[in-house]
């Protein structure tokens, strides 16, 4: 069956560090993967987009990886906040359709 | 910013009544989704349209929801009748078509509550 799943469990680093999270996926072929982030009461908002024949997307303090053979792709925050302390969520996209992940919910401990 | 908004932001109902949510898009967006968020399901896609022809809607239950563009300013989701089990926030999101613009933009959603 069809699977994309992130880090399992709430992710929680303290200030100034790196932030990782994972999104694998299992039975898709993806064109392109998106990445979104959403805060309580409010729908997703879009950060990167990063195509199959791209291995790194790079935006101020975010960078995305593309691995098509593993299925997997890292999204990272360098230099953390508590400002980015949200739910992120990663989305495969097939044509004009895209398939979301579960989230991970991510705290930045001032 | 321009936004897509949804209409209302929260709704309350009992079983067996008819919903209707609105969505209006970003003016000139060409592609819109309609998604439901659960705790257990996450994010699911309902819904598609392009150009105002629904593309898929093999996510929606078909017996009992429904998904229009009436006019490219205004997309609709009815359920009828409703039932506990469709209580969710209900999301929609406009776009361009992705070789275009990446990414798209989602309104705030609407909070369903089927008692």
């Known amino acids: 069956s069809q699977k994309i799943e992130q880090n399992s469990e709430a992710l929680n680093i303290q200030e100034g560090k790196t932030a990782t999270l994972t999104c694998n996926y299992t039975?898709?072929?993806?064109?392109?993967l998106q990445w979104y982030r959403q805060d309580p009461g409010r729908g997703p908002v879009f950060l990167l987009l990063?195509?199959?024949?791209?291995k790194e997307k790079r935006k101020e303090r975010l960078k995305v990886t593309f691995d098509t053979t593993l299925k997997q792709s890292l999204f990272h925050i360098t230099a953390s906040q508590p400002a980015d302390s949200a739910t992120y969520l990663c989305?495969?996209?097939?044509?004009?359709?895209?398939?979301f992940g579960t989230g991970t919910s991510l705290t930045v401990i001032p | 910013d321009a936004r897509v908004t949804q209409t209302p932001r929260h709704k309350v109902t009992e079983m067996g009544q008819e919903v209707t949510m609105r969505c209006q898009p970003i003016?000139?967006?060409?592609?819109v989704f309609w998604y439901r968020q659960t705790m257990m399901q996450g994010l699911e896609l309902l819904a598609y349209?392009?150009?105002?022809?629904?593309?898929?809607d093999s996510g929606m239950p078909k017996d009992r929801f429904s998904a229009e563009m009436p006019d490219a300013t205004l997309a609709t989701l009815k359920i009828q009748p409703s039932e506990p089990r469709d209580s969710a926030v209900y999301f929609c999101?406009?776009?361009?078509?992705?070789?275009?613009?990446?990414?798209?933009?989602f309104g705030s959603g609407t909070r369903l509550t089927v008692v």
């Open positions: 990063i195509r199959e024949n791209e």
């Open positions: 999101a406009s776009g361009l078509d992705r070789r275009q613009t990446p990414g798209y933009t």
């Open positions: 349209f392009r150009n105002r022809a629904p593309l898929d």
């Open positions: 989305a495969l996209g097939m044509g004009n359709q895209f398939y």
């Open positions: 003016l000139g967006h060409n592609t």
């Open positions: 039975n898709y072929s993806p064109a392109y």
